[in-house]
């Protein structure tokens, strides 16, 4: 069984940054493409960046400048530095990825539970 685990958000004033991280476990024999989504009150889900396996990397034009996502291929992990926070970047923050399990044939897409982030003066 594939896990993606988020952690590292809270509450941060307008300006500041936060580091978030997702790292999968499990019985895992591939990690492919990589992503952060992210979910405001009443909105829906948007893509914030996304990372394949060879690290190319895109971002939504929202965030550009402002957010880096990253992975370690070694820790099974994706982060996602974000910086000059805004108010409007307050949203529940997703990561995802396509894995390829130990013993499957296939690929599928896994969802973390999600991780707040408000940015509030």
């Known amino acids: 069984q594939v896990q993606l685990v988020e952690s590292g958000g809270g509450l941060v004033q307008p300006g500041g940054s936060l580091r978030l991280s997702c790292a999968a476990s499990?019985?895992?024999?591939?990690?492919?493409?990589m992503a952060w989504y992210r979910q405001a009150p009443g909105e829906q889900r948007e893509l914030v960046a996304h990372?394949?396996?060879?690290?190319?990397?895109n971002y939504a034009d929202s965030v550009k400048g402002r957010f880096t996502i990253s992975r370690d291929n070694a820790k099974n992990t994706v982060y996602l530095q974000m910086n000059s926070l805004k108010p409007e970047d307050t949203a529940v923050y997703y990561c995802?990825?396509?894995?390829?399990?130990?013993?499957?044939?296939?690929?599928?897409?896994?969802w973390g539970q999600g991780t707040q982030v408000t940015v509030s003066s």
């Open positions: 995802a990825a396509v894995i390829r399990g130990a013993r499957s044939s296939t690929d599928t897409n896994y």
């Open positions: 499990g019985s895992i024999f591939k990690i492919y493409a």
């Open positions: 990372i394949t396996s060879g690290g190319s990397t």
